[in-house]
C-alpha cells in the first residue's frame, strides 16, 4: 500500500474528523432526538453526560495530536533611559493622576475635588523640564491617557522616552505613538555622517525623510535647504508641501532664491506656501512686489478737512499676482476686490506704510479714519500682517490700549486677531495687556485673551481675573458663565495666589436678583480654586530636587 501523499489527511485522522463531527451533531440536536454514537454510551450513566465527558476527551485527542507551531522570536529588551528615575513622591502623585478619569471641564463641576486630569499636562511639563525618566510600570497606564488626549500625546510621549515607543510597537491600541513620533521612533543618524544623512534622505520613509529634514533645519539651516533642493525636481506635490513646510524654522533671507523657485510650481498649494515664506521675510523681492501692488491701492487723501485713508482694491488678479501666491477665486460669501486687497496686504512689508503715508507711525496710521467702510478689511489685513511678520510696534498700535472702549482696540476686527496679536509680544507685556483689558471690561471676552498668556499667570494678570470672579460674584451673576474662566485660573494662577482666595470661601449673602444658589456654588468653585492651587504647590515640590 502507498504512503499518503504529503498533506493529504491519514485515517486516524479522518477517523478523528469523523468522530467529533458526530459529537457535535449530536451536542446541537440533543440526546433525545438523536442517540449517541456508540462510544460514548456508558452502562449506567446518563447520555448528555456521557456525552459532555466524549467531547472532553475528544478535544484532549485533538489537540495532542497538532504540531506545535513554530515559537515566535523573542523581542529585543526594551532600550534604557539613562534619565534619572523621578522622586519616590513624585511617582505616586503620577499613579494618582493617571488613575483619575476624565470628567467635565473646569469650573462647570460641582463640588471642592480637584480635577486631576486636567492638572496631568502641567505635572508632564514640569517632570520633562526636571528630565525625569517614568516608572516603568506607568508606562502603559500614560499610553493609555495620551491615546484618549491628543493634546497631551507630546508631553506624555516626551516623558515616556524610549520605551513606550518599544511598547507601541507590541500594542495595536498604542502605535499612535509611533505615527506621533518624527520618523515613527526611528533613531536618526549623527547630523554630521553626511554619508548616512545622504543614504536615509534617499532611501528613507517619508516620515523618516521628513524627521531629517526638521532636524537639520534645526542645527544646520543651509543644509536642509541644500538637501531638499537636491531631490526637488522628483518629489511629489504633496510631499514637497511638507517638505517646504519645515523651511518655517530658522528662515532667513538666504532661502530666498529657492522659495522664488519654488513660486513656479505645478502645485498652487505649494506656491501659497513658498509666497507666505516669501513675504515673512520683508527684504525679499515678492515683499517689494507686494509693497508696490498694495501701495497703489491705499493712500491718503489730503483734500478733507481730516486726512483719511482711501483704498482703491484691485480690479483684476493678473498672472503675475497668482505666481507671486494671491489665490484668485474668492470664497463664497466675499467680495473678489476686497479678497485680493486683504492678500496684498498682509504680504506688504508693513514698514513701507510709514513711507506711503506721509512718515506716520503705526499708532498714527490706525488712528486714521478710512474711507468708504474698508477699514475693518484694511486693519483685519495689518493684523494678519503683524503676526506673519512678528511685528511688535504693529501689534500695539492694532491692539490699542486696554482701558479702549471699543473692547478691542482700533485695528482688531475679533477676539481671535487680538489673541494673535498679543501672541508677538513679550510674556510680561502680554500679561499686563490682558490684566488691565480685565480691569476694564471684565471677564466676559477675556478667555481667549487668557489662553495666550505665560502660565503661571503674573502677579497683576492673577489678581485682576480673581478681582473680576469677586466682582462676579458680588453682583449675583450667573455663576455657570464663568465656569471656563475658572477652570483656566484652577490650571493658571500661581499658587501663592491661594492664601489671598481664603477671604472668598464663605458662602455670600445672595442679592434678590442673584441666580438660586449661586451662592453655594460661587463658595464651591473658589475652595476648589484653593485646593487645587495647593495641590499644584505641592506637585512642584515633590518635582523639584
Known amino acids: 500500500m502507498d504512503p499518503p501523499a504529503p498533506g493529504a489527511p491519514t485515517a486516524n485522522a479522518q477517523a478523528g474528523a469523523t468522530a467529533w463531527e458526530d459529537l457535535v451533531t449530536t451536542a446541537l440536536l440533543g440526546t433525545d432526538r438523536r442517540t449517541p454514537p456508540p462510544s460514548v454510551g456508558t452502562p449506567g450513566r446518563e447520555a448528555p453526560v456521557a456525552l459532555l465527558d466524549a467531547a472532553a476527551a475528544e478535544t484532549v485527542r485533538r489537540r495532542a495530536g497538532l504540531r506545535p507551531a513554530r515559537p515566535a522570536s523573542r523581542p529585543e529588551p526594551a532600550p534604557e533611559d539613562p534619565r534619572p528615575p523621578l522622586p519616590a513622591a513624585a511617582a505616586r502623585r503620577l499613579a494618582l493622576l493617571l488613575a483619575d478619569r476624565p470628567g467635565a471641564s473646569g469650573g462647570g463641576r460641582r463640588g471642592t475635588a480637584p480635577d486631576l486630569m486636567e492638572l496631568l499636562p502641567q505635572w508632564l511639563a514640569l517632570a520633562n523640564t526636571r528630565n525625569y525618566a517614568p516608572p516603568p510600570e506607568a508606562l502603559p497606564a500614560l499610553l493609555d ?95 514637497r508641501l511638507m517638505f517646504l513646510d519645515s523651511l518655517r524654522t530658522n528662515l532667513t533671507a538666504e532661502d530666498e532664491p529657492f522659495l522664488e523657485q519654488a513660486l513656479a510650481d505645478r502645485s498652487r498649494n505649494v506656491r501659497a506656501t513658498a509666497a507666505e515664506l516669501l513675504s515673512a521675510l520683508p527684504g525679499s523681492a515678492l515683499a517689494a512686489r507686494m509693497a508696490v501692488r498694495a501701495g497703489a491701492c491705499v493712500a491718503v487723501d489730503h483734500t478733507r478737512d481730516t486726512p483719511t485713508i482711501t483704498v482703491e482694491a484691485p480690479h483684476e488678479c493678473d498672472a503675475s499676482m497668482e505666481r507671486d501666491g494671491v489665490v484668485a477665486k474668492a470664497p463664497a460669501g466675499r467680495g473678489e476686490r476686497s479678497w485680493w486687497l486683504g492678500q496684498l496686504v498682509e504680504a506688504a512689508p508693513l514698514a ?20 468708504d467702510d474698508w477699514q475693518a478689511e484694511l486693519h483685519a489685513a495689518w493684523c494678519r500682517a503683524a503676526v506673519r511678520q512678528r511685528d511688535a510696534d504693529w501689534s500695539r498700535a492694532l491692539l490699542g490700549t486696554p482701558s479702549d472702549p471699543e473692547a478691542g482696540g482700533p485695528g482688531a476686527v475679533s477676539l481671535a486677531e487680538r489673541a494673535k496679536l498679543l501672541d508677538t509680544l513679550g510674556a510680561q507685556e502680554r500679561a499686563d495687556w490682558v490684566a488691565g483689558f480685565i480691569a476694564t471690561h471684565g471677564l466676559s471676552e477675556a478667555f481667549q485673551l487668557l489662553g495666550v498668556c505665560a502660565v503661571p499667570w503674573s502677579a497683576p494678570l492673577g489678581r485682576a481675573v480673581v478681582d473680576a470672579l469677586n466682582i462676579a460674584r458680588d453682583a449675583g451673576s450667573y455663576p455657570w458663565s464663568f465656569s471656563g474662566v475658572m477652570g483656566l485660573a484652577e490650571r493658571c494662577l500661581d499658587p501663592s495666589e491661594a492664601q489671598r482666595l481664603d477671604g472668598l470661601l464663605a458662602i455670600p449673602e445672595e442679592p434678590e436678583n442673584a441666580s438660586p444658589g449661586a451662592g453655594g456654588y460661587w463658595a464651591e468653585a473658589f475652595q476648589r480654586l484653593v485646593t487645587t492651587l495647593r495641590l499644584r504647590a505641592t506637585m512642584t515640590e515633590e518635582l523639584t530636587p
Do not use: Y
Not at 170 to 196: I, M, Q, S, V
Not at 355 to 361: A, P, V
Open 145 to 239: 491617557a495620551a491615546r484618549g488626549r491628543t493634546d497631551l500625546r507630546p508631553a506624555a510621549l516626551a516623558f515616556a522616552g524610549p520605551r513606550a515607543l518599544w511598547l507601541a510597537r507590541l500594542n495595536p491600541d498604542w502605535r499612535f505613538a509611533l505615527r506621533a513620533t518624527p520618523g515613527g521612533g526611528t533613531r536618526l543618524p549623527h547630523l554630521e555622517d553626511t554619508e548616512k544623512v545622504q543614504q536615509l534622505w534617499q532611501e528613507g520613509l517619508f516620515a523618516e525623510r521628513v524627521s531629517l529634514l526638521a532636524a537639520l533645519r534645526a542645527q544646520a539651516p543651509t543644509t536642509a535647504r541644500d538637501l531638499l533642493a537636491s531631490t526637488w525636481a522628483t518629489e511629489r506635490a504633496e510631499d
Open 352 to 371: 513701507t506704510w510709514r513711507t506711503r503715508l506721509g512718515g506716520r507711525t503705526p499708532q498714527e496710521i490706525v488712528a486714521l479714519p478710512v474711507a
